[in-house]
């Protein structure tokens, strides 16, 4: 199957691994809130439980260096995707209000990421995140 869109997650390669895998989980979430239709349907097992729904699609995961999340950022504002950011503050908050408090507190035009999700148009999302590449 393919799809017109493409969902990126463009994480810091110089974080540790659970900061790595709590970023990835964060921005996944903020995709799925922003994007309902690209959610695919209830997953039920042989016995018919319900479970939850999943993205549709597949979603790269993508190791970058600052430079190459704060290309991406700045692509991805000048192309209008939808985007999910963790700045490295939001490691040091609690809950939701304090990380959004922590966020609008970052410069606008260069705010310290730690992780960039993306959604868009195929072409537009490869060329934001040129520069980086599949998480090892």
Known sequence: MTFDTKVAILVRDDLAVWQKLNVTA???????AAAPEAMGEPYEDAFGRQHA??????????????EALQRAYQQAIER?????VYV???????????????????????PDLVGLALRGPKKD???????ASLHP
Not at 80 to 84: D, E, G, I
Not at 88 to 110: C, I, L, Q, Y
Not at 125 to 131: Q, R
């Open 88 to 110: 490295r503050a939001m490691f040091s908050t609690g809950h939701d209000t304090a990380n959004r408090a922590v966020f609008k507190a970052e410069p606008a035009d260069a």
């Open 53 to 66: 729904r999943l993205l549709g699609q597949p979603m790269l995961i993508l190791a970058a260096n600052i």
């Open 26 to 32: 964060f921005l996944a979430t903020g995709i799925a």
């Open 80 to 84: 209008n995707l939808t985007r999910a």
């Open 125 to 131: 999302v490869d060329k934001a995140t040129k520069g």
